[in-house]
């Protein structure tokens, strides 16, 4: 059975300390999507990839947050320093899509990260 | 500019009477229209999907969403709410963005309640 695997699932950190969320995409799919949910902002795309390079990641705060994808087997999301702030639950989702295919994306349980 | 907008953020219904949630979107583009589920603590699954084939889509667990173009409309439906359909609901576009590539807009959520 497929599916989007995200480590941790839980992460309690204090603030500054640095963050690595890491999402295993499903094997085969060319894209991979970041979005951080909260209760205020709902879900939000932070950054996204096609075939391991990035395409879009105006919705991230670059001062702090990167996003990465070393192999296409593994997608990192990095938060250096966290803040109180950024304590939301992060979304990895992969999908297959084409020129003609606006495929769905596959999403993993998330990892939801509180900074004390 | 594409978005979603979704008309209502609750709805509550009475176990085994209809649910409706209601969507509207905009699109410069022929759109790729999705409804996804989320279930406390939960990820996100698809529910259903449609991609400028038949306007009334079926997905998994009994519900239906129309594609009215005239509209700009692709409301949810149900014809019978089980306790288990209590959950957040959320319609989303996917937005072309130049070339090859596509990225998946999500609306606002509407908690569902069911009554016993």
């Known amino acids: 059975d497929a599916r989007v695997t995200q480590t941790p699932r839980h992460k309690v950190t204090e603030m500054g300390q640095e963050v690595t969320m890491r999402c295993q995409p499903i094997l085969g799919h060319n894209t991979v999507f970041w979005y951080r949910q909260t209760m205020m902002q709902g879900l939000e795309l932070l950054a996204y990839?096609?075939?391991?390079?990035?395409?879009?990641d105006s919705g991230m705060p670059k001062d702090r947050f990167s996003a990465e994808m070393p192999d296409a087997t593994l997608a990192t999301l990095k938060i250096q320093p966290s803040e109180p702030r950024d304590s939301a639950v992060y979304f990895c989702?992969?999908?297959?899509?084409?020129?003609?295919?606006?495929?769905?994306?596959?999403f993993g349980q998330g990892t939801r990260l509180t900074v004390v | 500019a594409q978005s979603v907008t979704q008309l209502d953020s609750h709805v509550s219904v009475s176990e085994g009477t209809p649910v409706l949630l209601r969507c509207n979107y905009s699109s410069s583009y022929s759109p790729s229209l999705f409804w996804y589920v989320q279930h406390p603590n939960k990820g996100l699954q698809l529910l259903l999907k449609y991609t400028s084939a038949a306007t009334l889509v079926k997905g998994i667990n009994g519900f239906e969403a129309e594609f009215k173009k005239s509209e700009t409309s692709f409301h949810l439906t149900k014809p019978s709410a089980h306790m288990s359909d209590a959950a957040e609901y959320f319609c989303v576009v996917s937005v072309y963005h130049g070339g090859a590539t596509n990225k998946l807009i999500f609306g606002t959520g509407t908690l569902l309640a069911v009554q016993p």
């Open positions: 989702a992969s999908g297959l899509q084409s020129v003609m295919d606006y495929s769905e994306a596959f």
């Open positions: 990839f096609r075939n391991r390079a990035p395409l879009d």
